[in-house]
């Protein structure tokens, strides 16, 4: 459409006006156009996202009391670190796990809630989505109530079966299970929403063709549904693996990255070393760690999706 | 190959039912039509042959085995959907194999099937192509290749060239007719285009709210209609339907269109229609083409009548004419030569020996 606009006015103007202005002329320039309808974006991204970006890589550099440029002094000290590995294997282990629940779970219950007719739909639907919709944070109060070893309805259902008293949030094993499965409780009706958005998409006809075809149930799954889906399934895990992985309210308010550090996630782990101990400039050090593994995700990803968005 | 067989078929949704009772047979390597307009349960009809639909009622019975409760994968059927239904990740070949590569067959045998199928649809050079790369045309014969390499027993084709425009329409329906005296296939066809049924069919299966107007080769259907619905819905333009009356004058028996329009009936007509009451409403079924300019030398049973045109439409090798009669909008088809313009009077000559009479309130044709 702007290119449209943009071509009449250029016809128009040749025959009049063409001494006034090279204000006009570069106006006349698609991109020029086009940069100045942007502009406002540009802004906003540079001033919500460059700078700050900017300013933790310069705040990396410094030594704990920011009086003195370090150069790469603080990666080279987390490195020796073994909190810092720690940390990295557990974001990687919390982050995979949850998104692959996540996933498998939203995928299972989409198909359930796209076999419910009409109306009954949408109230499962809206029902399913409650976990979403709760602020995280008040949402996690309530499973560390739920994960309490004395006093929990967990613990206290089990213990009619013999077992527990389980230490949910005290034992390293049962402390990182439970801080995936709330983020599992809490992301997969985003996972189900899309998918179930993807398989509204599919026609009917490719299913009742591959009906004929032969195909059994699960064959109509992996030649239809799975390869109609694909690129909303890569972009809601690139999406979700990033926001898992930066995940930063349910553990800090379930376990504040204990027992002995072993839950923490970088966000957290960044909060606790440059806020809480007051070293800013190792904080920086541990949050700027998720780009370069995020991005390389990412570049995978999204690469696939580019490709095959040509085809469908 | 096989025969298909409709006994007594119902479906019901809820408290609607949209099939209601069909009886039809369709004998081996026959092309047949299902024609009738939106609702009128053609396409469940179709469905339910299918396999896609549950049946409320009554039997199918495809190759003699009564295949109510068979899934369509065991029916042996090939289906060509509207909309194609191609899948859009695979490519040509593969789209057309996916049912045998499903059934396991060797790898061979595939290949050799679909670059058979592709020759016989002229598609060979687009075999590694996607869906989306292709033309709707083109799309439409991969879809009929799908069909075509799984040789089954019965094909099913569900308003196939509705989403082609009218040029690639006759250009496929050919295709398909060609298609059709090679492979042999029984074929069942749902269509709303009664030219599509008329030039495909073998027979033609009018339907209308849920029943079958009437079966019969497309000459049958357009000489000899049962009824209004099918007198009305085959042909283009339509039939035109007068009020008339049947009345006895000097001992003939002639039929009397409004006050000043009563024509002989010749004596083939008069000795057919002699038995009716004579205070009967009736109406008058005559083809536009049956409704032409007056010439000199009229054959006897051809009469004639002026009127004045309301509006002419030049066709090129035809220029139809409309007119009213007490208030009853006509068509005619006559001569691009004979000189109608809008407006201007003009004598017509109605062919009698071509004429239908119909019941109005039952709408059969008497």
């Known amino acids: 459409m702007a290119?449209?606009?943009?071509?009449?006015?250029?016809?128009?103007?040749?025959?009049?006006?063409?001494?006034?202005?090279?204000?006009?002329?570069?106006?006349?320039?698609?991109s020029t156009v086009a940069f100045f309808l942007t502009l406002p974006l540009i802004l906003l991204i540079v001033l919500l996202v460059l700078y700050p970006a900017f300013y933790s890589v310069y705040l990396a550099t410094l030594n704990k009391a920011m009086t003195k440029f370090v150069g790469l002094g603080n990666f080279t000290f987390l490195f020796k670190r073994e909190t810092f590995w720690m940390v990295v294997k557990q974001s990687c282990i919390f982050a995979i796990t949850a998104v692959v629940f996540k996933a498998l779970i939203g995928f299972i219950v989409a198909h359930f809630v796209h076999n419910i007719p009409g109306k009954k739909q949408r109230k499962w639907r809206g029902m399913l989505l409650v976990p979403w919709v709760i602020p995280p944070a008040m949402?996690?109060?309530?499973?560390?109530?739920?994960?309490?070893?004395?006093?929990?309805?967990?613990?206290?259902?089990?213990?009619?079966?013999?077992?527990?008293?389980?230490?949910?949030?005290?034992?390293?094993?049962?402390?990182?299970?439970?801080?995936?499965?709330?983020?599992?409780?809490?992301g997969a009706p985003f996972f189900l929403i899309m998918y179930l958005a993807a398989l509204k998409s599919v026609p009917d006809q490719l299913y009742e063709a591959a009906a004929i075809d032969g195909a059994n149930w699960w064959q109509r799954i992996?030649?239809?549904?799975?390869?109609?889906?694909?690129?909303?399934?890569?972009?809601?895990?690139?999406?979700?693996?990033?926001?898992?992985?930066?995940?930063?309210?349910?553990?800090?308010?379930?376990?504040?990255?204990?027992?002995?550090?072993?839950?923490?996630?970088?966000?957290?782990?960044?909060?606790?070393?440059?806020?809480?101990?007051?070293?800013?400039?190792?904080?920086?050090?541990?949050?700027l760690f998720m780009v370069p593994i995020l991005a390389v995700a990412a570049i995978f990803i999204l690469r696939d999706v580019t490709k095959r968005g040509n085809e469908a | 190959m096989a025969d298909v067989s409709l006994r007594k078929v119902i479906k019901r949704y809820d408290d609607v039912e949209a099939v209601r009772g069909i009886d039809l047979?369709?004998?081996?390597?026959?092309?047949?039509?299902?024609?009738?307009?939106?609702?009128?349960?053609?396409?469940?009809?179709?469905?339910?042959?299918?396999?896609?639909?549950?049946?409320?009622?009554?039997?199918?019975?495809?190759?003699?085995?009564?295949?109510?409760?068979?899934?369509?994968?065991?029916?042996?059927?090939?289906?060509?959907?509207?909309?194609?239904?191609?899948?859009?990740?695979?490519?040509?070949?593969?789209?057309?194999?996916?049912?045998?590569?499903?059934?396991?067959?060797?790898?061979?045998?595939?290949?050799?099937?679909?670059?058979?199928?592709?020759?016989?649809?002229?598609?060979?050079?687009?075999?590694?192509?996607?869906?989306?790369?292709?033309?709707?045309?083109?799309?439409?014969?991969?879809?009929?290749?799908?069909?075509?390499?799984?040789?089954?027993?019965?094909?099913?084709?569900?308003?196939?060239?509705?989403?082609?425009?009218?040029?690639?329409?006759?250009?496929?329906?050919?295709?398909?007719?060609?298609?059709?005296?090679?492979?042999?296939?029984?074929?069942?066809?749902?269509?709303?285009?009664?030219?599509?049924?008329?030039?495909?069919?073998?027979?033609?299966?009018?339907?209308?709210?849920?029943?079958?107007?009437?079966?019969?080769?497309?000459?049958?259907?357009?000489?000899?209609?049962?009824?209004?619905?099918?007198?009305?819905?085959?042909?283009?333009?339509?039939?035109?339907?007068?009020?008339?009356?049947?009345?006895?004058?000097a001992g003939k028996l002639q039929i009397r269109l409004t006050d000043r329009i009563a024509f002989a009936l010749p004596p083939a007509r008069a000795a057919r229609y002699n038995?009716?009451?004579?205070?009967?409403?009736?109406?008058?079924?005559?083809?536009?083409e049956h409704l032409t300019e007056s010439h000199a030398h009229l054959e006897p049973g051809i009469e004639t009548f002026d009127t004045v045109l309301d509006v002419t439409e030049p066709m090129g090798m035809e220029t139809l004419v409309y007119f009213g009669l007490e208030g009853t909008p006509v068509c005619g088809r006559v001569n691009p030569n004979a000189g109608a313009t809008d407006g201007a009077p003009m004598r017509l000559a109605m062919d009698l020996n071509n004429m239908h009479l119909l019941n109005e309130e039952t709408g059969a044709v008497l």
């Open chain 1, 139 to 186: 949402s996690t109060l309530a499973w560390l109530w739920l994960f309490d070893p004395s006093y929990s309805a967990f613990n206290y259902t089990l213990s009619f079966f013999g077992v527990g008293p389980i230490p949910w949030l005290g034992d390293t094993f049962w402390a990182r299970f439970a801080v995936i499965l709330v983020n599992v409780w809490y």
């Open chain 2, 275 to 288: 038995a009716l009451p004579r205070n009967d409403k009736l109406v008058l079924g005559i083809r536009p």
């Open chain 2, 25 to 249: 047979d369709i004998a081996d390597h026959e092309f047949i039509v299902l024609v009738g307009p939106s609702g009128c349960g053609k396409s469940t009809t179709l469905r339910m042959i299918a396999g896609l639909e549950d049946i409320s009622d009554g039997d199918i019975m495809i190759g003699g085995d009564v295949v109510n409760d068979v899934p369509p994968k065991d029916r042996d059927i090939a289906m060509v959907f509207q909309n194609y239904a191609l899948y859009p990740h695979m490519t040509v070949a593969e789209n057309m194999s996916f049912g045998l590569r499903l059934k396991h067959y060797p790898k061979a045998e595939i290949k050799a099937r679909v670059t058979e199928a592709a020759r016989l649809l002229d598609i060979t050079d687009l075999i590694d192509r996607k869906p989306k790369q292709l033309s709707g045309g083109q799309r439409q014969r991969v879809a009929m290749g799908r069909a075509i390499v799984r040789n089954p027993k019965v094909f099913l084709f569900d308003e196939p060239l509705s989403n082609l425009d009218a040029k690639l329409r006759v250009q496929m329906r050919i295709e398909i007719k060609k298609v059709h005296q090679k492979v042999r296939t029984t074929t069942v066809y749902v269509t709303h285009d009664q030219v599509e049924a008329m030039t495909l069919a073998d027979r033609v299966v009018v339907m209308n709210k849920g029943r079958i107007e009437q079966i019969g080769t497309p000459n049958e259907l357009y000489h000899k209609p049962a009824t209004r619905f099918v007198a009305g819905f085959i042909g283009s333009p339509a039939m035109n339907f007068i009020p008339c009356r049947l009345e006895d004058v």
């Open chain 1, 3 to 30: 290119d449209v606009v943009v071509q009449q006015g250029r016809v128009a103007r040749t025959s009049g006006t063409r001494k006034r202005g090279s204000l006009r002329n570069a106006l006349g320039h698609k």
């Open chain 1, 222 to 287: 992996w030649y239809v549904t799975l390869p109609m889906m694909r690129n909303i399934i890569a972009i809601t895990t690139l999406f979700s693996l990033i926001v898992t992985f930066a995940n930063f309210d349910i553990v800090r308010i379930l376990t504040s990255g204990g027992p002995l550090d072993t839950t923490h996630l970088f966000a957290t782990w960044a909060f606790q070393v440059g806020i809480q101990s007051s070293d800013i400039p190792l904080g920086a050090c541990v949050s």
